[in-house]
């Protein structure tokens, strides 16, 4: 137990030092153009040092918080808004999905086209329709991945529950905080512990693992280059499934600032009591008659 709390303690403290030598020493991890570089920041993107680097970060804006009520409603309503412009950008991309689906159906059913080739500014990109049809499936990923954050602060999650609809209000955000700090918080965690690797076993070769030390990846550098994975599900087929991979680490790091948000705003909440329940939240409405339907039920 003592060694326990040497390391926790230890490492809460190395978390300060490596916060900064990183801000003060970002070609050793941002120059990818040098092998040592890049393998410095795929080990430290999903490593111990982050994670404690991470959680100081969170002690540090917790504790100005408890005693700056003010400063903790300011990151709460920062971080849903963040989720809220993700999301309500992201949301357009169904219209992008439609348009496409439309423009396949008239090419494959009425023009009977195969490819479909397309010049930007005389930049030539042909694919085949089966390719833009399979792209469909990115868009989907794109409105579920970074849409999921949005429609949590708006509310529009499905919640079913026996005890929560019954307990007194200050119950209720204990229970939030327990949930976002003891659920929500691990879940992100260990899938961007797997998705991490997942995504860069796909961009780099020789392949990199979880498991491999920093010496060991050290070494890999001198032969380590960029190999984009281009296999598609299908001939012909959507070809850039490493983007589903970026789509995975972006919806995890969406729900990593959500359940932080929803810590705060649940913390302040039943500080300040019932009357600051949903305050400075940011929900979208349909106007006045879905305030009137609402009144009506």
């Given at each position: 137990m003592g060694d326990a709390l040497i390391w926790l303690v230890t490492n809460i403290g190395l978390g300060f030092y490596n916060f900064f030598y990183a801000?003060?020493?970002?070609?050793?991890?941002?120059?990818?153009?040098?092998?040592?570089?890049?393998?410095?920041?795929?080990y430290y993107g999903a490593s111990v040092e982050l994670f404690f680097v991470a959680l100081d970060l969170f002690l540090v804006i917790t504790v100005i918080g408890l005693i700056r009520p003010g400063f903790m409603w300011g990151v709460t309503r920062g971080l849903e808004g963040f989720a809220n412009g993700v999301g309500r950008l992201a949301a357009w991309v169904g219209l992008l999905m439609v348009l496409q689906q439309v423009m396949i159906v008239f090419l494959q059913s009425i023009f009977r086209l195969g490819t479909l080739s397309i010049s930007p500014l005389g930049l030539g990109f042909e694919?085949?329709?089966?390719?833009?049809?399979?792209e469909l499936?990115?868009?989907?990923?794109?409105?579920?991945?970074?849409?999921?954050?949005?429609?949590?602060?708006?509310?529009g999650h499905v919640r079913v529950d026996l005890v929560y609809s019954v307990v007194k209000f200050r119950t209720k955000k204990v229970i939030d905080m327990f949930?976002?700090?003891?659920?929500?918080?691990?879940?992100?965690?260990?899938?961007?512990?797997?998705?991490?690797?997942?995504?860069?076993?796909s961009l780099v070769t020789p392949k990199v693992s979880a498991s491999d030390k920093l010496?060991?990846?050290?070494?890999?550098?001198?032969?380590?280059?960029?190999?984009?994975?281009?296999?598609?599900?299908?001939p012909n087929g959507f070809?850039?499934?490493?983007?589903?991979?970026?789509?995975?680490?972006?919806?995890?790091?969406?729900v990593l600032l959500q359940a932080v948000a929803f810590f705060y705003r649940s913390l302040l909440e039943f500080r300040e009591g019932e009357e600051s329940e949903n305050k400075h939240i940011d929900r979208d409405t349909l106007g006045a008659g879905e305030e009137a339907y609402e009144g009506t039920h």
């Open positions: 801000l003060s020493h970002p070609s050793l991890w941002l120059d990818w153009s040098n092998g040592e570089s890049l393998v410095r920041f795929i694919q085949s329709v089966g390719w833009f049809s399979e499936k990115l868009y989907n990923a794109m409105i579920v991945a970074l849409c999921v954050t949005y429609t949590f602060v708006q509310g949930g976002s700090i003891f659920f929500m918080l691990p879940a992100a965690i260990l899938t961007w512990l797997y998705a991490w690797f997942f995504l860069w076993r010496d060991l990846l050290l070494r890999k550098s001198k032969i380590m280059k960029w190999s984009v994975e281009t296999i598609g599900f299908s070809n850039a499934y490493f983007l589903f991979k970026i789509l995975m680490l972006a919806f995890t790091a969406l």
